[in-house]
Every structure is written in structure tokens, then in C-alpha cells.
């Protein structure tokens, strides 16, 4: 396995961590934001510091992963993140599965592999 895949793998593990944790969050604290206390209070809490780290290793290894492939290849791949935090969604946080949901998904994921093929 190329350490340019490895990076690019860690990238959308992190990336899509980084925004269920977050999403969860949001839920279990009932965030609204009322004032910049209640904002800070949100963003100093020790889940949402994680998401922020995550946010940070996603960077760094997007960083590497763009130092080892060209950016019109690789970047259609960041894609599997938003197909991840669909199947997620639906799984951690009963969102709705519809049709147009799952046709775009298949669009994505088609696209992706032509895309793949034609490189």
C-alpha cells in the first residue's frame, strides 16, 4: 500500500470522525447558540477539543497526501467521507434514508470508480 493511500485513508477517517463527534455533541448538549459563554463552554468541552484535534490531523494528512499525488486526481476521493457520514448519519443518528439520498450516493460512488479507471 502507497503511504500516499495511507495518508489519504487517515485524512477521511479523521475528517469524518471529527464531524459525527461534533454532530453528537451538538445533540447531547442541546447546543444553541445563546451567547459567546455558551459557545465557549461548547468548544472547551473535552469531546469538542477531540474534533478539533481531528480537524488538525485531518489537515496535516491532507497536507501529505496532496505531497504525493496531484490535486485533480486525488480530491474526488474526499468524497468517501460525505458517503461515510451519510451511512453514519443514518446509523448514530436516525437520519432519514430517501431515495435522492441514495441515488446520489450511487452517482458519488460511480463517479469515483470512472473516475479511478480513467487515471
Known amino acids: 500500500m502507497k503511504l500516499g493511500l495511507v495518508y489519504l485513508i ?12 461534533l454532530k453528537w455533541q451538538v445533540n447531547v ?21 477531540l474534533t478539533i484535534i481531528l480537524f488538525g490531523v ?5 497536507v501529505l497526501v496532496l505531497s504525493q499525488y496531484d490535486i485533480s486526481f486525488i480530491y474526488p476521493f474526499s468524497l468517501l467521507s460525505f ?13 432519514p434514508i430517501t431515495i435522492k439520498k441514495i441515488m446520489s450516493l450511487l452517482l458519488i460512488l460511480t463517479g469515483l470508480y470512472f473516475f479511478h479507471k480513467s487515471n
Open 29 to 49: 448538549l442541546n447546543f444553541k447558540f445563546e451567547s459567546f459563554i455558551n459557545f465557549f463552554n461548547f468548544i472547551f468541552s473535552p469531546w469538542v477539543i
Open 10 to 21: 487517515i485524512n477521511i477517517i479523521s475528517s469524518t470522525l471529527s464531524q459525527l463527534i
Open 58 to 62: 485531518a489537515s496535516i494528512s491532507w
Open 83 to 95: 458517503v461515510l457520514i451519510f451511512i453514519f448519519g443514518v446509523i448514530l443518528f436516525n437520519e
